[in-house]
């Protein structure tokens, strides 16, 4: 596990300042991120971090990732881990199939798991990361033998909470039950992006400006793993909307099952918004408890974000086969002239296909 984060009262003060200066995830992530050339996905570098700083949460955010091989998925993933202290979380790329329930028993608590390639993961630790994540803890029963040879149950608990980060490249390597309580999200495969990712390379590797920036990256990591700290010392402080419209504000449809775990996932995403706000706002102490505000403003990027989360859970087609579609569509588009878009029809296997509206 990894050493207790070494920070001074300076630092702490820096870190206060710049939390104050700047919005942290619309202003300072985003900037930093680009002056180092950690490029596009700038929602998901926003749902990473509102992850990982909902570890302590009674119910954290948890992301599942999907995206072909090579697209840079865990790489952009690697660098936001490396904006937190690194006792904060930890990454996993393999894992036997019993293997977290042998650490020590406070091992995991208020940390974010990382899991590279849900492949490289034997099916039963898959299983074991699924009940972390649904019941916040692990137990298992096991037979030890004493010192005569006799067979003894021994209870082994494993406290969270934790909050967790999967990436595959495979949709159906994530059972539905699992996929159903995350946030679903998708690489970015589009060509603008590969570019972006070649030309930052280039530009990182074969510039002066490069070369300066890449020396300047332990420092901007650091500025960042600051910041961090000093929100984690945020945690127990209780967050509360600003009046009673906003309350109502956030409460999403009843109309199905998948509605309860998404109100859940919601107003966790808001309280870890205003968290990155606090230092910006005035609080209050009301019973003795300090009191942060949640605002209109936390409410309507949460709502942008889960406005693309609740896309991805009803749509019919995800991810790189719908940047596929949408080539189609702009290929039929340009040759169609006045014929309707329904009405065209391509050869696809053995079927004729008809396109949306």
């Given at each position: ?208 400006e490069g070369q300066k920036r890449k020396k300047e990256i332990p420092v901007i990591l650091q500025k960042h793993k600051d910041m961090m700290f000093v929100l984690r010392e945020t945690q127990n402080i209780e967050f ?22 998404n109100i859940s996932l919601f107003t966790t995403m808001i309280r870890c918004i205003a968290r990155t706000r606090y230092f910006r706002r005035q609080s209050e102490t009301k019973d003795g408890k300090v009191k942060g ?65």
């Amino acid at each position: 596990m990894a050493a207790p984060y070494q920070i001074t009262e300076e630092r702490i003060k820096k870190a206060i300042e710049n939390l104050k200066a700047k919005d942290y995830l619309t202003e300072t992530l985003p900037e930093d991120m680009e002056y180092i050339k950690v490029v596009g996905e700038e929602d998901n570098k926003i749902l990473y971090t509102l992850a990982i700083l909902s570890r302590f949460e009674d119910k954290p955010l948890h992301v599942l990732i999907i995206a072909r091989s090579g697209i840079g998925k865990s790489y952009i993933q690697k660098m936001i881990l490396k904006l937190h202290p690194e006792e904060d979380w930890i990454r996993i790329s393999s894992a036997t199939k019993q293997v977290l329930y042998y650490v020590p028993k406070n091992a995991f608590v208020g940390k974010c798991i990382s899991i590279d390639e849900t492949s490289g993961v034997h099916e039963e630790a898959f299983y074991t990361v699924r009940t972390f994540k649904s019941e916040g803890k692990l137990e298992l029963l096991t037979t030890e033998k004493d010192a005569n040879g006799a067979n003894h149950a021994k209870r082994k608990i494993v406290d969270g909470p934790v909050s967790i980060l999967l990436s595959t490249t495979n949709f159906n390597s994530v059972d539905n039950e699992t996929r159903s309580r995350m946030i679903v999200t998708y690489g970015d495969e589009s060509d603008e992006q590969t570019k972006k990712i070649i030309d930052a390379e280039f530009f990182m590797n074969n510039t002066v400006e490069g070369q300066k920036r890449k020396k300047e990256i332990p420092v901007i990591l650091q500025k960042h793993k600051d910041m961090m700290f000093v929100l984690r010392e945020t945690q127990n402080i209780e967050f509360v909307y600003e009046n009673e419209e906003l309350e109502k504000r956030v409460k999403l449809t009843d109309e199905d099952i998948q509605s309860r775990r998404n109100i859940s996932l919601f107003t966790t995403m808001i309280r870890c918004i205003a968290r990155t706000r606090y230092f910006r706002r005035q609080s209050e102490t009301k019973d003795g408890k300090v009191k942060g505000k949640i605002t209109k403003e936390d409410v309507e990027l949460a709502e942008k974000l889960i406005a693309k989360i609740l896309l991805n859970q009803t749509a019919d087609i995800k991810g790189s086969t719908q940047d596929f579609y949408n080539k189609i569509c702009i290929l039929v588009d340009s040759k169609r002239k006045n014929i309707p878009r329904n009405e065209q029809e391509f050869m696809g296997g053995e079927k004729y296909v008809s396109l949306q509206n």
